[in-house]
């Protein structure tokens, strides 16, 4: 058998496209690894995100069980106080995962109830502990907790020019409505 010689061409062509495949991969890796690193970065603000709202949603429903005696204090009857107290541990503890820098203690989750015709309220309203409900006039139970640096102290450290996509603030909310026969 005979074998055929390897054109010269052919020899000269392998030894210019050597540094090709590296050139390629210098030129794609920074594109790639921007866009990975991206995903991942809105990936987990996301997942913070939905972790508030459920956490929110938590002791929003924490509000309308019947308080534990530790917190109660000896109190016969739960007051809104006592309400808020739950609200808030209930929400902290469902939040505990975070890191430090954004793991939020009660103090920082904000609750209110208001009455259900009340243009003024939201999550800033001061705690009217004397509000009454009952069937006549519903009221709404807010509960919020909002991370104002976000993009200083997301998960993922953002790479110079990246943390432009990741949001500020991350806020939650959750409301009910209620009356005094579901308390």
């Not at 459920?54 to 924490?62: I, Q």
Request: proline share 5%; aromatic share 8%.
């Amino acid at each position: 058998m005979h074998q055929r010689a390897t054109p010269a061409f052919a020899v000269a062509t392998k030894r210019r496209q050597r540094g090709v495949y590296a050139l390629e991969w210098a030129v794609i890796f920074p594109v790639f690894f921007v866009l990975m690193y991206g995903i991942i970065c809105y990936g987990l603000t996301y997942l913070v995100r939905e972790s508030m709202q459920f956490a929110v949603e938590e002791g929003a429903r924490a509000a309308l069980r019947y308080p534990r005696t530790a917190t109660m204090g000896g109190a016969t009857t739960p007051t809104w106080l006592h309400r808020s107290t739950e609200a808030r541990e209930a929400t902290a503890t469902a939040l505990n995962w975070l890191p430090t820098n954004i793991k939020p203690d009660a103090s920082d989750i904000r609750f209110t109830v208001c009455g259900l015709n009340d243009a003024d309220c939201d999550s800033a309203t001061e705690l009217n502990a004397a509000l009454n409900c009952d069937a006549s006039t519903p009221c709404l139970v807010l509960v919020s907790y909002t991370i104002r640096d976000y993009a200083d102290n997301a998960i993922a450290p953002s790479i110079p020019g990246l943390g432009l996509i990741l949001p500020r603030v991350l806020e939650a909310k959750a409301s009910l409505l209620i009356d005094r026969r579901m308390l």
